[in-house]
């Protein structure tokens, strides 16, 4: 730090480049070693003004993003303009992978400011991009606003969509989430028991590998051997050759594993985006808008097949007995299933008005000859 701050006296006032070097590897040092000193958002401002002089857009936007994420522990409304101009400024470089660094950053803001409504609009719309830059803290985040507003479901949903956790920090957040989903359940046992895993994996290192662990163990076991039987060389021929045996059994295991991995993560990347969709539009019932994108052929598939598994297979009765059906009016049974209301359901398909919906329901009645209300109706079907 000294040097840097000689090299501050002694460079030129007019010297822009050479002082925005010196302002950003201050700003670095305070912010990873110097935390108290409070000169870290200080020094970064500096490097960002000049950088405005400058028009270096990528380093403005390197400092924006430290400023905001540094403000987030001592003044959240600073902290969320830079981190807004941050997230701007990374749209119209193209910088996605800035862009969603900085939008965790302020979704984290919101929650810690209670404000979920506007963490969730943003988690969903980010979720819904369905961008390679998506991690798994937006899935906890979510899961952990429902859970903290007491939408169990949807939490548990939207928790199951997170993929394997690859580190100890990732598996430590998901035990965190299914904590708080047990406590909304009001099963303190559980949230208890999770509460004391959690506390074990909170204490282990990131870089934890089982694949590291057995070569480790594996290349100390040779090591003796070969200190052992030190000038024996049939012995040592018959040791290589049971170690490399065993070589190959433990490179077979984690090959084995690799590919169990690989085919679990598979199935779940071929699972049905029901579950996905249902939780978005729990979310329109709040009022929320959604990429209608969401609604494709592949949803509408893959409702059918999820209400047939789960109400008696329900769809295909009706289908039998009242065939053929028009699609809009399959799809307007298929919402109904899922209990959604008149608006809720106008949303789905794409109307302006609710009005559409009861019109339906009317032409539906006609169509089935009953007399009971189309709801009662399924409900029964779903009972026989």
Known sequence: MDWYLKAEDNVGADDYRNLCNIYLRKAVLYRDY??????????????????????????????????GGLYRKTNIDSAKFYLREAIDMAY????????????????????????????????????????????????????????????????????SFASKPVNNPELDAKLKVEIAIAEARGDFKKASEIGEKEKLFAKKLTNNNVKTALYDKENKHITNINLSLKGKNKQRTYIGIILILSLIFVSAILVYFKFKKEKELQNKSDKSQLDLIKAFVNSAKAGININEDVFDDE??????????????????????????????????????????NSAEIAFCLGYSRASSVRTLKVRLRDKFRIDSSVEDYIEELKNT
């Not at 470089?93 to 810690?112: A, V």
């Not at 007491?150 to 928790?159: R, T, Y």
């Not at 009242?322 to 049974?333: A, D, G, M, V």
């Open 34 to 67: 110097f935390a108290n000193y409070n000169e870290d958002i200080y020094s970064f401002k500096k490097a960002l003004n000049i950088y405005k002089f400058l028009n270096d857009s990528s380093f403005q936007l390197f400092c924006l993003g430290n400023i």
């Open 92 to 159: 119209s470089l193209g910088d996605s992978s800035k862009y969603y660094i900085d939008c965790e950053y302020l979704i984290r803001l919101n929650i810690m400011n209670g404000e979920y409504d506007k963490a969730k609009k943003l988690l969903l719309e980010k979720i819904s991009s369905k961008s390679a830059y998506l991690n798994n803290d937006y899935y906890y985040d979510l899961s952990m606003i429902y859970a903290k507003t007491n939408n169990v479901d949807s939490a548990e949903l939207i928790l």
């Open 299 to 340: 949803f509408w598939i893959s409702l059918k097949s999820y209400l047939n598994n789960t109400q008696n297979n329900i769809i295909n009765k009706i289908e039998a007995k009242h065939s053929p059906l028009q699609e809009k009016e399959l799809r307007f049974i298929e919402l109904i299933c899922l209990n959604l």
